[in-house]
């Protein structure tokens, strides 16, 4: 019988960290991988001569050694810090409004990003010191959460009152009280499709934490690909005699007397262990992998409760000339018919939307690419199942170009840089390619929606009640840390350590 202490289904960045904390640890770890290769979607391609990251934009969460996130901690307490080389990103953001011809270029650094919003809106200092203010005390108390799973409102009143006041209401209540001039609300909020909510509903603590983790902190993308760090976990398991099998999918999780016993898979072999994380979603989990009678009536209600998040359309370019003579100065670009972020997440509901989040990854790392070259993404979102509504087997070839003509030729009228005639490779991902992939339900890349009461908060708190089958764990874009590589990566260290937690009482007890 092939026995173990845990496994764990899926290797992306949450799995892959939840198996070496727990290798780490002195634990028998079986990762069960159907893919060929580690990482879920931080992982590359090669097109010609190009190699393209699929996921990351940035890893936001890290920062540096002076000054390091909660993925930098964590990386140093795996000990793997040392083995992943990461270039900074210059700027924070531009972003383009097309309605008004306007564009913002806005740094790092919380001081410089104050003056250089007061220059585009004069009278904007006050509200943007209180801001951060408030955000840098969201983030503290979201790390505090984090690592406290019996925090009271108590302790969170007193240590962190204002974060408290402000748990409930959305980004845009919140500026609107602090008396932010709305066109620094536009310029400040226009990374919100990273959140995939508009401001009008997604919480402002969550927004607030990211955001101060991300200006106050930087951000870097790694010097070769994610799929880097993926290939570097990976090896840090092995190495502490983990085990990963690859095109192993699995077809069922087994129960005995109600209790999870092990996998079965699809080719049929059979593993044991007392302890199961999922790296994939509820859906997948809940719907497929698990028999009726072994399924909570909660599990399943709270599931269909949560609303899917946005859908991802991606084109990938490899550029025959330098970034610099095309035009493309900066990083990353969001692309807006307008700064109205409830305006143009109506814009999503259907699949003329041409809004784009673009990154250009030489200006970060200049050696991704042969030279004279550089690598360009761009990426489109989706809202339900309107992509699903719109294609089928006769026309999802010339659809997905159509799509993709769209967004590049918005792109060149918006910025007026041009970039058709340099394209000598071009691939596309639609919700269908990472659906098949991923095994993302409808190709929701972004879990399930951060809205209302269904927030980032009210998930770390509810987490503990949500496990509706004993020892069993979610992690990775679906859980409790919402979408996102650094928050993924965090997910997975929770999940190991909410196992280790349970093993340890289990000794105990004994």
């Not at 003509?405 to 394209?423: H, M, P, S, V």
């Amino acid at each position: 019988m092939k026995r173990y202490d845990t496994i764990i289904i899926g290797s992306g960045n949450g799995g892959l960290v939840s198996a070496l904390r727990l290798a780490n640890n002195g634990k028998k770890v079986l990762v069960l991988e159907k893919n060929n290769t580690p990482g879920g979607l931080s992982t590359s391609f090669l097109r010609g001569r190009f190699e393209f990251d699929v996921s990351m934009n940035s890893l936001h969460e890290y920062g540096t050694k002076e000054n390091p996130g909660s993925v930098y901690k964590l990386f140093e307490d795996l000990n793997i810090i040392d083995k992943i080389k990461f270039a900074e990103i210059k700027d924070a953001y531009h972003v383009f409004s097309s309605d008004s011809q306007k564009d913002f270029v806005m740094p790092f650094g919380i001081d410089n990003y104050i003056l250089k919003m007061n220059e585009y809106v004069p009278n904007s200092k006050k509200s943007l010191e209180e801001f951060f203010a408030l955000a840098q005390e969201c983030y503290e108390a979201i790390v505090y959460l984090e690592s406290n799973e019996e925090a009271s409102a108590e302790v969170l009143g007193e240590l962190y009152p204002n974060f408290m006041r402000a748990v409930t209401f959305s980004v845009s209540k919140v500026l609107n009280n602090l008396n932010m001039p709305f066109k620094a609300q536009e310029i400040l909020t226009a990374n919100w499709t990273y959140f995939g909510s508009p401001t009008n509903t997604l919480s402002f603590v969550h927004f607030a934490a990211m955001f101060y983790s991300y200006i106050a902190k930087g951000a870097q993308i790694p010097r070769k690909t994610s799929y880097e760090i993926s290939l570097i976990l990976a090896d840090a398991i092995e190495k502490k005699k983990g085990e990963i099998k690859y095109l192993a999918e699995v077809d069922k999780i087994l129960f005995e007397n109600s209790q999870v016993l092990g996998v079965k898979l699809m080719s049929g072999e059979e593993y044991y262990a007392d302890y199961i994380i999922c790296d994939i979603s509820p859906n997948a989990v809940y719907g497929k992998m698990i028999s009726p009678e072994n399924l909570p009536e909660n599990a399943i209600k709270l599931t269909n409760s949560r609303v899917l998040g946005a859908r991802a359309f991606s084109i990938y370019l490899g550029l025959n000339q330098e970034a610099s003579k095309i035009g493309l100065k900066d990083f990353s670009y969001f692309i807006y018919h307008s700064l109205n972020s409830n305006k143009e997440y109506e814009r999503m509901n259907n699949l003329e939307n041409d809004n784009s989040m673009a990154i250009v990854v030489n200006n970060a790392n200049p050696s991704c690419s042969p030279k004279g070259t550089c690598i360009m993404q761009l990426t489109t979102l989706f809202n339900g199942d309107c992509f699903d509504k719109s294609v089928s087997l006769e026309n999802y070839f010339a659809l997905k170009e159509q799509i993709a003509e769209n967004i590049i030729a918005n792109f060149e009228k918006t910025t007026g840089i041009f970039l058709r005639e340099y394209i000598e490779e071009i691939a596309i991902a639609t919700p269908v390619t990472y659906a098949r992939y991923g095994g993302y339900p409808g190709g929701s890349i972004y879990g399930y929606k951060a809205t209302g009461m269904d927030n980032l908060v009210p998930r770390i708190k509810s987490s503990l009640n949500e496990n509706y089958i004993p020892n069993l764990e979610f992690c990775g874009g679906f859980g409790d840390f919402l979408s996102g590589c650094g928050a993924t990566y965090l997910s997975g260290n929770r999940a190991a350590l909410k196992i280790l937690e349970h093993m340890e009482k289990e000794i105990n007890n004994e």
